[in-house]
T-cell receptor, first 115, second 112 residues
Framework: DTGVSQDPRHKITKRGQNVTFRCDPI?????LYWYRQTLGQGPEFLTYFQNEAQLEKSRLLSDRFSAERPKGSFSTLEIQRTEQGDSAMYLCASSLGTGWYSPLHFGNGTRLTVT | GENVGLHLPTLSVQEGDNSIINCAYSNSASDYFIWYKQESGKGPQFIIDIRSNMDKRQGQRVTVLLNKTVKHLSLQIAATQPGDSAVYFCAEKREYGNKLVFGAGTILRVKS
């Protein structure tokens, strides 16, 4: 499978715990995005990397959230001191950023439930 | 937050009929638009995209129409099949930047 891979698929955690999600993009894609999606809503942009550089962060990304892409390949999204409001599907997407804009290819997400 | 298309309507169609899913966007500076299909438990799947310098683009069984005058985007699906049942999202890219802004989606139900 050469698509975007996310791990884990599901995560249940207690409020106050830290969680970390991993995303492996399509191998030749240099752009990587994190989105969050709640039930009945479209995905909301969180942050975006071009290679290893984090170029844009949403106001939604509070100081409890941090994302990294250390070698310009896989990325991690960490949420510290989780809150019930963090419960959502966390989606990763990648694209090939050369010339004109190219479509984002999404993974199947990590569903986080905070109890 | 930012949204394109503020509702989550449901469209029910008979198998074999054509479907039209509509989306209104608010930012006239957007220069790229895209439709995604999302099935339960999966991530959004790319269907078709269109740049702002075009008003129509066709794919396999799908057509996207862009009307910049009224800031309206539509997705036409020909000969709708049960496998087309899903939530459909439109998204836009603002002129300067690389992120997509999504609408709330439309549920498509295909009746056999």
């Amino acid at each position: 499978d050469t698509g975007v891979s996310q791990d884990p698929r599901h995560k249940i955690t207690k409020r106050g715990q830290n969680v970390t999600f991993r995303c492996d993009p399509i191998s030749e894609h240099n752009r990587l995005y994190w989105y969050r999606q709640t039930l009945g809503q479209g995905p909301e942009f969180l942050t975006y990397f071009q290679n290893e550089a984090q170029l844009e962060k949403s106001r939604l990304l509070s100081d409890r959230f941090s994302a990294e892409r250390p070698k310009g390949s896989f990325s991690t999204l960490e949420i510290q001191r989780t809150e019930q409001g963090d419960s959502a599907m966390y989606l990763c997407a990648s694209s090939l950023g050369t010339g004109w804009y190219s479509p984002l290819h999404f993974g199947n997400g990590t569903r986080l439930t905070v109890t | 937050g930012e949204n394109v298309g503020l509702h989550l309507p449901t469209l029910s169609v008979q198998e074999g009929d054509n479907s039209i899913i509509n989306c209104a966007y608010s930012n006239s500076a957007s220069d790229y638009f895209i439709w995604y299909k999302q099935e339960s438990g999966k991530g959004p799947q790319f269907i078709i995209d269109i740049r702002s310098n075009m008003d129509k683009r066709q794919g396999q069984r799908v057509t996207v129409l862009l009307n910049k005058t009224v800031k309206h985007l539509s997705l036409q699906i020909a000969a709708t099949q049960p496998g087309d049942s899903a939530v459909y999202f439109c998204a836009e890219k603002r002129e300067y930047g690389n992120k997509l802004v999504f609408g709330a989606g439309t549920i498509l139900r295909v009746k056999s």
